[in-house]
């Protein structure tokens, strides 16, 4: 049967290495010409922020981070930026600190360096997302892409291994969503494979040693490849339902994806046979399902929604608001009967069941 597909690869620079991070950064800024650098970095990372922009002239350090971007924060950088004449955004941090900075180039245009310092994905897509009033609100839009993505291990070790580990698994639902995405082609289902071999083997060795620069190196890899290959697939049954909950009740987000990846799983495995191989090959593993629980498990990963915030009460709504979220691509057709059911397991930690 011959190929047949649509693919679009995003056009962004990235810089790799251990140790490198200020120095690239600084050659990155000189190439640019800028004259007016923003660096968005959460305050808890405002010293590892310093130290990778030592090479550099800072116009603005900007230290209001918080989770699932709130327009409210968002307004505020706009507005900072604005002020200060930014010609570049710089940003130091994980997930939120990227949006942050995507936040601003969405109504802007200034361009992002982004030096991430967990496995997010984030600084790999042209996905924004906001939340105003409990509601998130994401899009897709080119102007958001770090046109330069600086990656540095060492910047990952002061991560915690309970939050590597979620950040990590995070990532690999970036893969398994992209297997079945509303834009799932074999570009993104070989870059997706790729990264959850890597993610499997990087993340067993920083559980077993923080500071393990090989696995933390395989870790940031394999979540980069996973966030390409998201970027192209798009958001799927996943990262929807992720979504609804982040903003919706305000849980963690690494932890989050953690949670919820293998009930998605189990649940969309039995009509994606070919996906449900490929994750199992993935994985190093027969049986996708139980590849990727034995990973949680020996990660030690949470497993329970009620355990990081979500109360029994929202699950009936939270399973409406995922369902009509969910696109149309998914392999299994989805019911709100059906995500509640995924909902549930999830909030208790049982075993993930195909419903």
């Known amino acids: 049967m011959s190929l047949e597909f649509d693919h679009t690869t ?4 990235v810089l790799f290495g251990a140790g490198r991070a200020a120095a690239n950064l600084a050659e990155e800024v000189r190439l640019r010409g800028s004259a007016a650098v923003m660096v968005i970095a959460e305050g808890r990372e405002a010293e590892l922020a310093r130290r990778v922009t030592s090479g ?11 989770p699932h971007v709130p327009v409210a924060k968002a307004d505020k950088a706009r507005a900072a930026a604005q002020e200060h004449g930014v010609d570049l955004l710089v940003s130091v941090g994980g997930g939120s600190t990227t949006g942050l900075a995507k936040a ?3 109504t802007s245009g200034l361009p992002i360096v982004a030096v991430p310092t967990t496995y997010a994905g984030s600084e790999a897509t042209n996905v924004w997302g906001l939340t105003e009033a409990a509601r998130k609100t994401t899009g897709v839009d080119d102007r958001v892409l770090p046109e330069t993505v600086i990656y540095d291990a060492e910047l990952t070790c002061s991560l915690p291994v309970e939050l590597s580990v979620a950040s990590g698994l995070n990532g690999l639902a970036h893969c398994v969503d992209s297997l079945w995405a509303p834009r799932a082609d074999p570009i993104n289902a070989a870059l997706a494979t790729e990264g959850m071999r890597t993610l499997a083997a990087g993340l067993p060795k920083v559980a077993a040693d923080p500071h393990d620069l090989e696995g933390r190196d395989l870790a940031l890899y394999g979540a980069y490849l996973s966030a ?9 049954m996943h990262h929807k339902i992720c979504h609804v909950l982040g903003g919706t009740y305000d849980l963690p987000h690494a932890q989050t994806h953690a949670i919820v990846l293998p009930h998605v799983l189990a649940h969309n495995a039995p009509a994606a046979p070919e996906a449900a191989e ?18 949680r498990d ?15 009460s929202d699950l009936d709504e939270a399973a409406e608001l995922s369902a ?13 009967e059906g995500v509640r059911r995924l909902l549930t397991a999830a909030w208790t930690g049982t075993a993930p069941e195909s419903s």
């Open 10 to 13: 995003l056009g962004q620079r």
């Open 56 to 66: 550099i002239d800072v116009a603005l350090h900007h230290d209001d981070v918080a």
């Open 104 to 106: 601003v180039a969405l």
């Open 228 to 236: 390409v290959s998201f970027a192209s697939a798009g958001s799927a």
């Open 278 to 295: 490929r994750i199992a090959h993935a994985l190093g593993g027969t049986d996708a399902v139980a590849s990727l629980v034995a990973l």
């Open 298 to 312: 020996g990660l030690a990963a949470p497993k329970a929604l009620r355990d990081v915030g979500l109360r029994e």
């Open 324 to 336: 009509a979220a969910i696109p149309p691509s998914n392999p299994r057709p989805v019911t709100v």
